[in-house]
């Protein structure tokens, strides 16, 4: 099928079998990071979760779910260097606190306080050469031109 590598959130418990499987396969395997008080919320968790195990086995870093949890994405992405297989970029309206609610609206990237600009610095720090999923859980019947909006400011940021 040619899959890469898949987002997931494994129960601890399971990461030994999932790292084996994942060399044997040969298809990676990104913890994908939900708003606290979700178990993969921080990334210490997940440095923890993955210590010991494939280099397959890493983070899949969702920035506005940081943003929401009140962590900084750009600590988040130092802190995960070398371990980040995928990325869900988002930016979120300016929240107060802890979140885990609808309160925390997506924006066109760029206007929110995902600090879209240093995100992008950092993964070209890092060399990112992962694959971007583009969110925007914000008006789904017609979030077309917000996305496009975003990828086009994207684009012109990594110059």
């Known amino acids: 099928m040619g899959i890469q590598t898949f987002t997931s959130e494994p129960d601890e418990k399971d990461l030994a079998l999932v790292s084996a499987l994942c060399d044997e396969y040969g298809i990676n395997v990104a913890i994908h990071n939900h708003p606290y008080p979700k178990h993969y919320w921080n990334p210490d968790t997940v440095l923890t979760a993955i210590q010991g195990k494939s ?8 920035i506005g779910h940081w943003v929401r ?19 869900h970029m988002k930016d979120l309206e ?3 606190g802890k979140d ?3 309160e925390n609206r997506d924006v066109r990237w760029g206007t929110g306080v995902a600090k879209t600009d240093g995100v992008i610095k950092e993964l070209k720090r890092q060399n990112f050469k992962g694959m971007i999923s583009a969110e925007y859980e914000r008006n789904w019947e017609n979030n077309t031109p917000n996305v496009k909006a975003s990828v086009e400011y994207f684009r012109s940021a990594l110059k």
Do not use: F, M, Q, W
Not at 55 to 62: E, H, K, L, M, S
Not at 69 to 87: I, R
């Open 69 to 87: 949890s009140d962590l900084d994405p750009v600590e988040c992405l130092k802190k995960l260097e070398g371990h980040v297989l995928h990325l």
């Open 94 to 96: 300016a929240i107060e």
């Open 100 to 102: 885990t609610g609808e």
């Open 55 to 62: 280099n397959r086995v890493g983070a899949c870093a969702d």
